[in-house]
């Protein structure tokens, strides 16, 4: 099975089309998986029209994603039990956060964004996976997101490019 990730796309304001090498991985998608600060509901209606969405609001969502969207998710694909966050608030780390959000969750994966910052790590033998900025790479030499198999295990990995 093979899972898209992305957050932090921030559209319209960072871009009005998705790149194309992010459609490349969209066109052989089981699922998608976004962590939040989409801006507005368009992302996800045209994310869905590639293979079905999972998704939480972030921080700088409209009233129509805030709606649609919890703030914090659970699914199980493929047998793994997958928690997806934002990742903001105050105090701690970005990446701490988010682990704690699912502190008591038995999770295998924590999904966040908000730091626009890419990492893949086991932290207390979880997974945590940013996928960066898909359209926003701030001080990052590249946009990236992350691509997720799922089959006997999990294996991922980050695509970046300009």
């Known amino acids: 099975m093979k899972v898209v990730i992305l957050s932090d ?3 319209p304001k960072r871009g009005g089309m998705f790149p194309e090498r992010f459609i490349n991985e969209l066109d052989q998608a089981d699922h998608i998986i976004h ?3 989409w801006s507005t509901l368009e992302v996800y209606e045209t994310l869905s029209e590639y293979a079905p969405v999972t998704g939480v609001q972030g921080n700088i969502d409209d009233e129509q994603i805030i709606e649609k969207m919890p703030e ?3 699914i ?4 793994f039990r997958i928690g997806i966050v934002h990742g903001h608030g105050s105090g701690k780390t970005t990446d701490r956060r988010a682990f704690d959000t699912f502190i008591d969750e038995p999770v295998d994966v924590i999904i966040f ?3 626009h910052i890419p990492s893949l790590r086991y932290f207390k033998q979880r997974l945590l996976i940013n ?14 997101f992350a691509v997720m198999n799922l089959e006997e295990g999990i294996e991922v990995r980050h695509i970046f490019f300009s």
């Open 113 to 115: 964004g908000h730091s």
């Open 76 to 79: 199980t694909l493929k047998g």
């Open 72 to 74: 914090r998710e659970i």
């Open 9 to 11: 796309t921030h559209m």
């Open 131 to 144: 996928p960066g900025s898909l359209m926003d790479k701030r001080t990052n030499p590249y946009y990236s």
């Open 35 to 37: 962590a939040g600060d």
